[in-house]
């Protein structure tokens, strides 16, 4: 092989520079105008996605935590209440609950979607229950057909973390739903690495409850409808105008965006399917997945080989997530470190994921898969 090519695991500034002009100019009107809150911007792209999503309200907020936790706070739940999530993810979904004086009630994944496993929800509801928050992991749907005839089933209100799965879909009785629009509430970030990502943090929250809708504007905006009307406690959360008009521009490349991770990961599916060193991830038959990571398993203790061979080849990889939530010592006093989630933490020992952005090249695709098919 020729030259080596630069690989990252991301490559944002490739992006930016695809884009520029159009990009560029929508900042600059945002500068021009002074208006940095609230300016137009905000609604013309809440307007954006709920068209692209199919959802009736889109509420914009500060970042994809706050999403999460605006999304909480706005099911009138009680200190103590039990809320049903995924022990294999970024911390956020966990923490939120805990900070809301919430109880976390930590559950096992599939080992081949990585996605909270359905059955092991149904077994840990109990009469304190009241809602459960199924993580889209690395851009593919939960099984949200069993999810939802269990929260039916319990009467519990479902907030679907999209935070790396915007764009991706769902067959739901056999219609086609966007993910974060399936549940109550769908929650969204748009930090620069997510599937639709700005410069900088944001988020947002989805839903067609008109009533819900309303109570998550007023809790992003100091639990006022009114200004200076402060009706419920609520918190500051805005995505700023300047992020907005960012992603005006962005959402409408969103399906390209898409396309061009499927592609990489065709790529890799095709190359690598056929070593027994590991594992590709599964691709569920009701939904198309996002890949907002490729994330594969290398079982037998030789993950961490695997990555320090490839980053010896100048390859990147990362490992999503080294740890699970339950063993994180911030949870030391929820009682759910002791606990044993057998595959959660073994998908912690195995897990790789790989370079994949939508500027990913054919040649940086057959640098990598003929890297890791030497590998032995
Ligand atoms: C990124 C992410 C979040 C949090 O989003 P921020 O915008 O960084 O606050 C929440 N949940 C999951 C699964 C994420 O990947």
Partial sequence: MSE???????????????LKSPIDEAMARVLMSGRYINGPEVRSFSEALSEYLGVKHVIPCGNGTDALQAALMALNLNPGD??????????????VIALLGLKPVLVDVDPDTYNIDPELVREAVTPRTKAV???????QSAAME???LIAREYGLNVIEDAAQSLGADYKLNGSRQM??????????SFFPTKNLGCFGDGGACFTDDDALAEKLRMIVNHGAKKKYMNEIVGV???LDTLQAAVLNEKIKHLDDFVTRRRQAAAYYYEALKDLSFL???????????SFNQFTIRVPDDRRDELKQYLSDSGIPGMVYYPSPLHK???????????QSLPVSEMLCEQVLSLPLHTEMTEEQLEFITTKIRQFS
């Fill in 279 to 289: 594992q590709l991830p599964l691709q569920i038959s009701q939904g198309e997945h």
């Fill in 146 to 148: 069993d999810i939802m």
């Fill in 328 to 338: 994180q010592p911030v949870f030391e006093d929820h009682g759910i470190t002791n």
């Fill in 236 to 238: 500051n959360s805005r």
């Fill in 82 to 95: 039990e809320v049903i999530t995924t022990s294999f993810s970024f911390i956020a979904t966990v923490e």
């Fill in 133 to 139: 928050i199924p993580v889209h992991l690395f851009g």
């Fill in 4 to 18: 080596t090519p630069e690989i990252q695991m991301v490559d944002l500034t490739g992006q930016y520079q695809r």
């Fill in 179 to 188: 993910l974060g629009t399936i549940g109550d509430i769908g929650c969204t």
